[in-house]
């Protein structure tokens, strides 16, 4: 490296070091950095047999088929196999549309059918919290070659209020795709918290409801496929912006949401309707601890969503809540479990972390006392580890084992610690 020059030859920036060339020209490590940059984006294009940016190959031979997509699922999350299974059809046909929109030669058996359009089927999930339905669509985006974005319905609003409008989450989507309106248009979107979008009350009130109704009937065109205008750095719209007009026919809705209480109006609607001689059968039959395995768009329309929106969503899974055998397998079993992403840390300073079973038990019992699913195994697991993780790296140990004791000390001292600050 040269002596240290005013400024780069290139982008004119001084007080950083120079590397000198020739004819006294004088380059930067930044300006170095984006020649990298640029030669690697030329050198991807040049090895792409040609094709045109956003791109991708579906054929319909090399797509993952719904049982491959559910055994990925199957290594991350514990149970709820029918909504895996429903997640894992939706994601599949998504890829056969995008194949089809991208002109593959079709099987002899499909030409008969080459005149027929096959529309996208939206769909929701339902379970109650830490149930998994996040944790399913982070998953499934490990392994998609399209964009993929999570989106947060709490923060939406109709436009021209304080929020965010129902355009942002094709903004997002649009970034993940780095600003590639081919691969944004292929891309698949999971909304979550539906279930806080929904209409407050069926009685007119003076005041508007701008995070209900207002947002579900904003969600319409762009669930059912239309041509919307998006802001491509996000925020208010205002008439000197310039827009990107992103087509959402080809790109797949994935909504979820805990809809606390549904219950109740499923439990209503099949009461009304055991009447008769077979009434006191039925209601055997009818497993009262699993409610939502019964669920109906009717369900959702008396929860409040619209029926327009429910028409847009047509299918409809539910995620059962966690057992206790389920909660157990949660903290060990999953590649990414829990227990695993400590024992990565410590082992990371060389000592070799292990947990007693009764010591999971525990958690696992305490968990089920809270009714908090897998959130809460995760919000105790901390609890246990918190000061562990502080004072092990700077003990002389090589193993350390979590006992049934050590976990009930720590979780004890937490809770009366709130207690304490709550008085």
């Given at each position: 490296?040269?002596?240290?020059?005013?400024?780069?030859?290139?982008?004119?920036?001084?007080?950083?070091?120079?590397?000198?060339?020739?004819?006294?020209?004088?380059?930067?490590?930044?300006?170095?950095?984006?020649?990298?940059?640029?030669?690697?984006?030329?050198?991807?294009?040049?090895?792409?047999?040609?094709?045109?940016?956003?791109?991708?190959?579906?054929?319909?031979?090399?797509?993952?088929?719904?049982?491959?997509?559910?055994?990925?699922?199957?290594?991350?999350?514990?149970?709820q196999?029918?909504?895996?299974?429903?997640?894992?059809?939706?994601?599949?046909?998504?890829?056969k549309?995008?194949?089809?929109?991208?002109?593959?030669?079709?099987?002899?058996?499909?030409?008969?059918?080459?005149?027929?359009?096959?529309?996208?089927?939206?769909?929701?999930?339902?379970?109650?919290?830490?149930?998994?339905?996040?944790?399913?669509?982070?998953?499934?985006?490990?392994?998609?070659?399209?964009?993929?974005?999570?989106?947060?319905?709490?923060?939406?609003?109709?436009?021209?209020?304080?929020?965010?409008?129902?355009?942002?989450?094709l903004?997002?989507?649009?970034q993940?795709?780095?600003?590639?309106?081919q691969?944004?248009?292929?891309?698949?979107?999971?909304?979550?918290?539906?279930?806080?979008?929904?209409?407050?009350?069926?009685?007119?009130?003076?005041?508007?409801?701008?995070?209900?109704?207002?947002?579900?009937?904003?969600?319409?065109?762009?669930?059912?496929?239309?041509?919307?205008?998006?802001?491509?750095?996000?925020?208010?719209?205002?008439?000197?912006?310039?827009?990107?007009?992103?087509?959402?026919?080809?790109?797949?809705?994935?909504?979820?949401?805990?809809?606390?209480?549904?219950?109740?109006?499923?439990?209503?609607?099949?009461?009304?309707?055991?009447?008769?001689?077979?009434?006191?059968?039925?209601?055997?039959?009818?497993?009262?601890?699993?409610?939502?395995?019964?669920?109906?768009?009717?369900?959702?329309?008396?929860?409040?969503l619209?029926?327009?929106?429910?028409?847009?969503?047509?299918?409809?899974?539910?995620?059962?809540?966690?057992?206790?055998?389920?909660?157990?397998?949660?903290?060990?079993?999953?590649?990414?479990?829990?227990?695993?992403?400590?024992?990565?840390?410590?082992?990371?300073d060389?000592?070799?972390?292990?947990?007693?079973?009764?010591?999971?038990?525990?958690?696992?019992?305490?968990?089920?006392?809270?009714?908090?699913?897998?959130?809460?195994?995760?919000?105790?697991?901390?609890?246990?580890?918190?000061d562990?993780?502080?004072?092990?790296?700077?003990?002389?140990?090589?193993?350390?084992?979590?006992?049934?004791a050590?976990?009930?000390?720590?979780?004890?001292?937490?809770?009366?610690?709130?207690?304490?600050?709550?008085?």
């Open positions: 490296m040269s002596k240290r020059k005013d400024s780069c030859s290139f982008c004119g920036r001084s007080g950083v070091p120079l590397f000198e060339g020739l004819d006294g020209a004088y380059i930067c490590p930044d300006c170095i950095e984006r020649g990298h940059q640029i030669i690697a984006e030329e050198n991807a294009k040049n090895n792409s047999g040609g094709k045109r940016t956003g791109e991708t190959d579906f054929s319909l031979s090399k797509l993952p088929k719904p049982k491959q997509i559910k055994e990925f699922l199957d290594q991350y999350v514990i149970g196999d029918d909504a895996k299974r429903y997640l894992s059809v939706a994601v599949y046909n998504h890829y549309r995008l194949a089809l929109a991208q002109g593959v030669d079709m099987p002899r058996q499909a030409q008969a059918y080459k005149d027929v359009e096959i529309e996208k089927s939206n769909i929701i999930m339902v379970g109650p919290t830490g149930t998994g339905k996040t944790l399913i669509a982070r998953t499934i985006a490990k392994m998609l070659t399209v964009p993929f974005t999570i989106v947060d319905a709490t923060v939406l609003t109709e436009a021209g209020y304080v929020g965010e409008d129902v355009e942002s989450i903004t997002r989507l649009y993940e795709a780095d600003c590639d309106l691969k944004t248009e292929r891309g698949i979107v999971f909304i979550d918290e539906i279930d806080k979008i929904a209409r407050k009350s069926d009685n007119p009130s003076i005041t508007r409801d701008v995070s209900g109704e207002g947002v579900q009937q904003a969600l319409l065109k762009l669930l059912e496929g239309s041509v919307v205008n998006v802001p491509p750095k996000g925020g208010r719209k205002h008439p000197e912006q310039e827009f990107v007009h992103i087509n959402t026919q080809n790109i797949l809705f994935i909504c979820g949401g805990a809809f606390d209480g549904i219950e109740r109006k499923i439990a209503q609607r099949l009461n009304t309707q055991v009447v008769g001689f077979e009434a006191a059968q039925q209601a055997q039959t009818i497993d009262k601890d699993n409610l939502l395995q019964y669920i109906a768009p009717q369900d959702l329309k008396a929860f409040g619209i029926p327009e929106i429910i028409g847009r969503l047509p299918i409809l899974t539910y995620l059962k809540p966690l057992d206790r055998a389920s909660l157990r397998s949660i903290l060990t079993e999953p590649k990414n479990a829990i227990t695993r992403q400590y024992q990565k840390l410590l082992a990371l060389g000592v070799e972390l292990t947990f007693e079973p009764e010591a999971l038990d525990y958690i696992v019992d305490k968990a089920i006392e809270y009714k908090l699913g897998a959130r809460g195994l995760r919000s105790l697991t901390e609890t246990v580890m918190s562990l993780m502080y004072d092990i790296p700077t003990q002389q140990v090589k193993t350390f084992v979590v006992t049934r050590l976990a009930e000390q720590q979780i004890s001292r937490a809770d009366t610690t709130r207690i304490r600050n709550a008085i």
